[in-house]
């Protein structure tokens, strides 16, 4: 069994010290596919 995965993300620069980060991971094992989407929302003081 071997499973591989794809990800592929970007950012975006809400505010001086605030990123939007969005990620679509593609996971393949055996002859399934799952596409997973995810965000995450960072803020740095």
Known sequence: M???SFIAGAGYR???NARLTAFDTLH???DRTRNSLS??????Y
């Not at 965000?39 to 740095?44: D, I, P, Q, R, V």
Request: avoid cysteine.
């Open 2 to 4: 071997f499973s591989r």
């Open 28 to 30: 393949r094992s055996d």
């Open 14 to 16: 809400i505010a001086r």
């Open 39 to 44: 965000a995450t929302l960072l803020f740095a």
